[in-house]
């Protein structure tokens, strides 16, 4: 592949993240199997720009002398903006989904209804009072401290994205955002996509590697629940995948 042609491949990759992975004005001008590949390894500078996002209005509130506790509400409230609450959505719909008990085509059609369960219900609120009571805990610290929590969970939510989209991973239908991304990218490129990633977060703090890890790990377990569960992946276990990462990597950094 040319210099050029790696280029366009890598800007078209880089709006098929952006587009498909967040609000912002993108225009996606390719939607095929290369385009998702290059998407998917680029997701996580989506989450990047996210967690940046949400780091900066929840450290400039702190600064400004806003509680932790606002601060903290206000870094979990953007990457739900940004996103459409789509992640969420996906997270309440396989709660539900899991939590049926019913055959596959029957927790698949569920998971494709409108409303949300008790299951979605109970796990959504859990999991926003996690992420608001980790950040709000290292606010209290720092805004540093809250800033690089909330950036790295955002990071490390796309990075799971990532990796879920690897080969061996399939779609549990024929339609959607998930047979779009499913299989696109090779295990070695998820690989070295999240070591880079694991590396690269090392300076900011001496358990962010391990909260990259960790993050991935939870992420991984709940993947293979809902592949054995499902059939394979779709847009809702995308979405839980990135929120369950994301709740993972903040919790091992209070804890720590």
Known sequence: MSATSSRAALADGIRF???TLTVLPV?????????????????????LVVGLAAAALGGA???????????AVASVAVPAVLTRGLHLDGLADVADGLGSGKPPADALAIMKQSDIGPFG??????????QVAVLAQLYADSWFHGAVAATLSAVTARLALTLASRTGVPAARPEGLGAAVAETVS???????????????????PVATPAVVLGCGAAELLLRRCVRRFGGVTGDVFGAVAETAATATLVTLAVN
């Open 17 to 19: 993240a952006f587009g």
């Open 121 to 130: 219900v109970v796990t959504l609120v859990l999991t926003l009072l996690a």
């Open 187 to 205: 295990p070695r490129a998820a690989l070295l996509t999240g070591a880079a990633i694991a590396v690269l977060a090392a300076p900011l703090s």
């Open 27 to 47: 225009t996606v001008t390719r939607w095929d199997r290369d385009a998702a590949r290059a998407g998917m390894v680029c997701a996580p500078l989506a989450g």
């Open 61 to 71: 509130l702190t600064l400004l002398g806003a509680g932790a506790l606002l601060a």
